[in-house]
């Protein structure tokens, strides 16, 4: 591996543990629409698009309405279920900005859910581009090459960090290096196992020694 010049986060289970907000959120959104109960497989089984691709999985009877919700319930709920980022996040980042290395975020959230988290956890920053997701589904593999063009850089000297097995295949398809964030409960560890990312950590302290060596 040479050395990094360039690290691309996932926001959702990587930098925080945003996913049971989410999963609240689009329950209070989309609830009162179907009249029926949402489990949280259900939920994340629809997760890919943006927050507006999700609703429509459920095809609710109003998705502008049920987007909005969702927007509301999950800036309102934000400080209760995720008040902070993974504990040493931060300070990773302060130090990949120190020592120049280039950051960006590649995410499947929208741009409003994405700014939000970023902005309430003194983050946004950080990060020199945010690329965000899509109605229609996963453009991670388009947004991480555009990332990758943006900072002149080439793909072997880039990682991507992310906590679904989805990231791990869609870095691969991209032509980059990839790293399993497996700090959240959220996060299945088997399943990312699975995928053969270039390494797997259950603490942030392990990926930032790790990522240190490397750049």
């Known amino acids: 591996m040479k050395k990094l010049k360039a690290v691309i986060f996932d926001i959702d289970g990587t930098l925080?543990?945003?996913?049971?907000?989410?999963?609240?959120a689009f329950r209070q959104a989309l609830e009162p629409q179907?009249?029926?109960s949402l489990s949280d497989e259900e939920i994340k089984a629809a997760f890919?698009?943006?927050?507006?691709?999700?609703?429509?999985?459920?095809?609710?009877?109003?998705?502008?309405?049920?987007?909005a919700d969702f927007m509301h319930c999950y800036e309102s709920l934000h400080g209760e279920i995720c008040p902070e980022p993974f504990k040493g996040i931060k300070d990773l980042l302060t130090t990949l900005k120190n020592k120049g290395v280039c950051l960006a975020v590649s995410t499947g959230k929208g741009r409003d859910s994405s700014r939000f988290t970023l902005q309430l956890f003194g983050m946004l920053e950080y990060f020199h581009i945010v690329e965000n997701g899509s109605p229609k589904g996963s453009r991670k593999p388009e947004a991480i090459k555009q990332?990758?063009?943006?900072?002149?850089?080439?793909k072997d000297e880039v990682v991507y960090v992310g906590d679904s097995p989805?990231?791990?295949?869609?870095?691969?398809?991209?032509?980059?290096?990839?790293?399993?964030?497996?700090?959240?409960?959220?996060?299945?560890k088997e399943k990312l196992e699975k995928e053969q990312p270039d390494a797997i950590f259950e603490r942030v302290e392990d990926f930032a020694e790790w990522l240190y060596q490397r750049i």
Do not use: Y
């Not at 925080?16 to 609240?24: D, E």
């Open 147 to 154: 990332i990758v063009e943006t900072f002149g850089v080439q």
């Open 34 to 36: 179907l009249h029926h």
């Open 166 to 188: 989805g990231d791990v295949k869609e870095s691969r398809k991209a032509g980059i290096h990839v790293v399993g964030a497996a700090w959240a409960t959220t996060a299945d």
């Open 48 to 67: 890919g698009p943006d927050e507006e691709g999700t609703i429509m999985k459920f095809n609710p009877p109003d998705v502008k309405k049920a987007t």
């Open 16 to 24: 925080a543990n945003t996913i049971p907000l989410c999963i609240q």
